[in-house]
């Protein structure tokens, strides 16, 4: 529970382009509780807000019954650290209902899930991932519909259309992600910059590229398979690129702390999210987005509500909560992301905006050929790691 400052942390799996910095990890215990009886919501219109008494009335006792459950549990690899304390420290003020955020790697929380459904001891009530990870406990059978949310019944307020990855509707994507890569603008001057990513397989950058282990995230190599698939880039530029000395390294924080520091030129393939901690304590840095030619990939973060879950009218309330002004507002705003809503401002900080050449954006099909190439080592192999 964060509701006395206490975020249960699981590092859990390797399967994911999102940083976690965890310690002590605390796993909830996993019980056997029976389902609420669900209290019917209205169905969909076409209208931006629910107007009808009988739509009021029914939103009103899924609220009411949310606050008898008292409780809701969310098991994501995006609110993390202050980001969770802020989104649960909003929810609970609002309606006076516990948040338990339980974080962890994407793969291992979606494991986690199947595994209680398994078992029929069902813990979680939403996972909040990637849509193929969503799509994983989605084939199994194991997430509901959230077409019925108020929220999503809204209409011109979409930047993003929230069921983009799901038109069954259990999948709802709730932000954006851009994945790029970063200079050091101290050590490269501006008409040295690479202008695509074939360049860095070139000697002058021997050495001074580096790279979250694409052996234990997925970002890299969802990245150059995309491309590769699409005919983009060629394998050997690929393997170029790999084998010039491109350094690895496990902490996120050592990638960018080293890139600050100039003792590397290039970081690969990160969110701004990334850099954006260090800028606040900043307030300033040598660092600015690398938009290469090949593309800026943009990846979605997106959440189900889990089948069996305890609170299934909690469950309800907060997604619907998340996906509001208000939520979208609290939420991006402490993660420093761009949102999905039109009457939500893009928190990315300005110096680490993104403006992409090209956007790539993989669909849940190609994401998820992605993940096997990538847990079958082919970016790893191609470069010889």
Known sequence: MLKKGLLLVIILG????????????????????????????????????????????????????????????????NMVGDIGIAVTKAFEQKYGIDVEIITGMGAALTERVLTEQRMKTVVAD???????????????????????????????????DPWA???????????????????NTDVVKASDEPKSFRELGQPKWKGKVVEIDPRITSGASNFFTTLFKRKLIDEESIRAIGMNNVNYVSITQEATTGLIQGRYSILMMVSPGTLTPA????????IKPLPLEEGTLVTNRSMTAIKGGPHPNAT??????????EGQT?????????PVRNDVPDYTPNSLRITPVKAIAPTLEEERENLRLFREGWLAKLWNR
């Open 14 to 77: 390797i399967f994911s382009i999102a940083p976690l910095d965890a310690c002590a990890p605390k796993v909830a215990p996993i019980q056997s509780t029976p389902s609420p009886q669900v209290v019917p919501t209205p169905p969909p219109t076409p209208t931006s807000n629910i107007s009808l008494p009988t739509s009021q009335d029914a939103w009103s006792k899924v609220i009411q019954a949310a606050k008898k459950e008292g409780k809701v549990n969310v098991y994501s690899y």
């Open 126 to 160: 939403i996972t909040d991932s990637n849509s193929f990870q969503a799509g994983n406990i989605k084939d199994a059978g194991g997430t509901i519909s959230s077409q019925e949310l108020p929220v999503l019944q809204q209409s011109g307020v979409w930047r993003v």
């Open 165 to 183: 990855s799901d038109p069954e509707k259990h999948i709802i994507v709730h932000t954006l992600v851009y994945m790029a890569s970063f200079i």
């Open 279 to 286: 800028l606040k304590e900043a307030g300033v840095l040598p």
């Open 316 to 325: 309800r309330l907060f997604m619907d909560w998340l996906l509001t002004q």
């Open 330 to 338: 609290v939420f991006l705003k402490a993660a420093s992301l761009p």
